[in-house]
């Protein structure tokens, strides 16, 4: 160690230099930002000019990187973008430790829904979504949008959570009947976690564990960080 330091600097040993050689070699360790000025640049002009949310600059944007890098960018005040600018003013970030359940990992892939539902040839194929309260703590609404039809449904949710979403799903199976509720597309949001967990107890008229294996069986997971896939949905609840 003492060797190493003494032959740090070429020439006669010097502290300070020696030290000022240290921190500059430092500094190049680790993995180095994609953050250049070209991408900050066309960041803050998507969500601040278009009002893009992070999710939809990540998945449109040519350069690799995922919407959290952009959360995490604004946290480390790398970018000149506060919450306020965030077209949900920054509620899903503020209330991340909020228990909402673990990550949706099952189900299918977009890319293994029918082409009948990709085209709307039929009745029952819905898109689902969560609308947080900017105002009051805790409340949210259940969003659910048939492709062919463009009907539009809108619930009021007893919470926030995975089995608030769920008892939504379900209420909605039962009312339309296993016919009239043929799949659901949903993003991975911690929301939707809980589709599969029989953990109602309340009687429905169709049995909970079949109305479960219904959902299960046509239940689609939009690609992380990918909203176009979803913009129906996403589109109609920016309009209201």
Known sequence: MVFNEIHRIKGTYHAKKAHEDYLEKVSHRGRKSILTSDIKDDIESKIKDSHWAPETVAAMSKSKFCFKSIYNWIDNN?????????????????????????????????????????????????????????????????????????????????????????????????????????????????EFSGYKQPTLTRHMNVELTRIVTVLYAALYLRDVGRPIEEASDEELMRIN
């Open 78 to 190: 790398l970018l000149d973008i506060q919450l306020e600018n965030l077209p949900d003013k920054g509620i899903r970030r503020r209330r991340a430790a909020e228990t909402r359940g673990k990550d949706t990992q099952q189900g299918k892939y977009i890319e293994d829904r029918p082409e009948d539902d990709n085209k709307r040839l039929g009745f029952g194929h819905f898109e689902g979504d969560i609308v947080l309260s900017g105002k009051t703590k805790g409340q949210a609404l259940g969003t659910f949008l048939e492709r062919m039809s463009r009907l539009y449904i809108v619930t009021r949710l007893s919470g926030r959570n995975s089995a608030a979403m769920t008892e939504a799903i379900l209420d909605l199976a039962e009312k339309l009947g296993t016919k009239g509720m043929k799949s659901i597309t949903v993003d991975h949001g911690k």
